[in-house]
Each structure stands twice: as structure tokens, then as C-alpha cells.
Nanobody, 126 residues
């Protein structure tokens, strides 16, 4: 059974920073690509960033490019999302997810990910 636990969310003023973490257990973490998604109230879950199993490839939504950085530490079974220059539009519940299919392009559709964490709330005040 795969388990993902996110942490690091909170309340921050616009222009501030947060670092989210997601610890994965139950599988060989280094085999899989990972993604971060977010969901604002009343909206669908949207792609934020993804990283390949090795960390050598990353991909970002246009809305966060240049402000967010996804990284991973396979020795710690952890994926991170460093979020800088936060905006009120970044508010939402942030989820990490596992893509079991090794290789191929990084995926941006939530339905193509196999396991999910419970989410961590990020609130950016203006």
C-alpha cells in the first residue's frame, strides 16, 4: 500500500514563500515520477508541477513557472515544492501524487496519477 503525506502548508502574505514536502512510503519511491496538483474552492484540481523518477526532468504549469521549483530526494523518499513570490491565486489545497508508469513524458492530467496524499492547505493573503 502506497502512502503519501504532505506537509508545509500554511498562511502566508502575498510575495512570501512556502516549502511543501511529501513523504512516500510503501513503494520504491525512486521508480516513479511525482506530481503536485492544487485545488481551489469550487474549482477542479489543476496541475502544478511534475518531476521524473531521477529528478532530471521537470515540468511546470505556466501559472507557476519561474516562481515554483519541484525537487526530490530519493534517499528520503520525499518530493518538495518550493513556492516563492506567492499570489492570492495560489491559494488552495495542494496534493502530491505518484505516477507508477516509469518513462515517457511527464503527465499533467490528474486522472493519470495512481496514488494521492490527503493534501495540505496553502492560503495566500493579499
Amino acid at each position: 500500500q502506497v502512502r503519501l503525506v504532505e506537509s508545509g502548508g500554511g498562511l502566508v502574505q502575498a510575495g512570501g514563500s512556502l516549502r511543501l514536502s511529501c513523504v512516500v512510503s510503501g513503494r520504491t519511491f525512486s521508480d516513479y515520477a511525482m506530481g503536485w496538483f492544487r485545488q481551489a474552492p469550487g474549482k477542479e484540481r489543476e496541475f502544478v508541477a511534475a518531476i521524473s523518477w531521477s529528478g532530471g526532468s521537470t515540468y511546470y504549469a505556466d501559472s507557476v513557472k519561474g516562481r515554483f521549483t519541484i525537487s526530490r530526494d530519493n534517499a528520503k523518499n520525499t518530493v518538495y515544492l518550493q513556492m516563492n513570490s506567492l499570489k492570492p491565486a495560489d491559494t488552495g489545497v495542494y496534493y502530491c501524487a505518484v505516477d507508477r508508469r516509469r518513462g515517457g513524458p511527464l503527465r499533467v492530467v490528474a486522472g493519470e496519477y495512481d496514488y494521492w496524499g490527503q493534501g495540505t492547505q496553502v492560503t495566500v493573503s493579499s
